[in-house]
């Protein structure tokens, strides 16, 4: 809830007792309070109510959750801004769909391109992969990914509440900035003590990021910062790949990573007590067997990647201004409501 993560149950089911559900009053209209949950200002009083010993256990225990007072319109007035808000998000999920569709077509030509590497690889013992190193399957010849890595840049991670930077802020990545929809420049917490500032370790476009720590499926998670947005800061769960620039590039070894066989070895090699959250150490990233062919190959298999981000580009564009567009209404019209639960 700290994090605004909540959401309005459209079908029956089950939960597991890491949720509280919440059933509304006669009164209240459901969507109306998904989004109302989401409002920054209601998002913070989360945050101050959560306890824990450390951030990514925090809890919003429901003696303290039922505490917090919000300003509730009219029922119907609560419908009709639901509605709208309801409105954009469908646009917004149309682009998301669009997204996918193109990714997915992409990542099957991607996949094509790699010929029998791949099926070398998946026939072969994680445990024993590391003995490929150095052999050649076609054109791919397999090597640790760390021989091809001048350096891991690693961020930090200070305490900071959840709201996000705004242009010209310095912030903090968070995880969720690296994940299967590319880079999400929002997913930041900004950082206003000036001796947070640290420009070796700000992110830059067409950086190469992984995830050190995050849930089993998406620890070692990729992606490439494809907008110029400076003052961001790598967090002490995000990492940066810096290759050897003549033998290696951040695009196609962003796909490399993200394929079935590479998830293996980075599940294999994740580590944690915890069944919802896994770290892989820069040690693990850097024995991590890959394909590698020539940069002139690289480029022309990532020839149709190119393509596709300036299409990705535009579209984002248009969601950006969606989002802003929600963000904008959501603050105008549940502002100055009357309190009255």
Known sequence: MWQGVSGVAHEAGVVSPAYTVCRPES??????IGFLFKDPRLVSQFYR???????DTWNLKYSEFKKIKIALPPFREQRQIAEIL????????????????????????FMNSLGQSRSVL?????????????SMVGDFRFVRLGDLLDSIDAGMSPDLEGSPAGLGE?????????????FQAEENKRADDPDLFDPSIEIREGDLLVTR?????????????????PRLMLSDKTLRLNLVGDQALPEYFC??????????????????????MKNISQKSIRNLVVPWCDVAEQRRIIQPLTERR???RRAQAEMDKLHSIKRALAETLMTNRECIA
């Open 170 to 182: 310095w912030g903090f990545l968070k995880v969720s900035a690296v994940g299967r929809g590319g």
């Open 122 to 134: 998946r026939r072969h013992e994680v445990s024993r992969v590391g003995e490929l190193s150095g």
């Open 27 to 32: 009164e209240i209209h459901a969507p109306f």
């Open 49 to 55: 109510n959560s306890q824990g010993l450390v951030s």
């Open 86 to 109: 309801d409105s954009v998000e469908r646009d917004i999920d149309r682009i998301s769909r669009e997204f996918m569709k193109m990714d997915s077509v992409y990542s099957s030509t």
């Open 213 to 229: 720590a995050n849930t089993p499926d998406l620890v070692g998670a990729t992606c490439i910062v494809d907008v110029n947005r």
């Open 255 to 276: 796909e490399v990573l993200q394929l079935p066989e590479l998830r293996v070895q980075i599940e294999v090699a994740a580590t944690g007590t915890s069944s919802s």
């Open 310 to 312: 300036e299409t990705r």
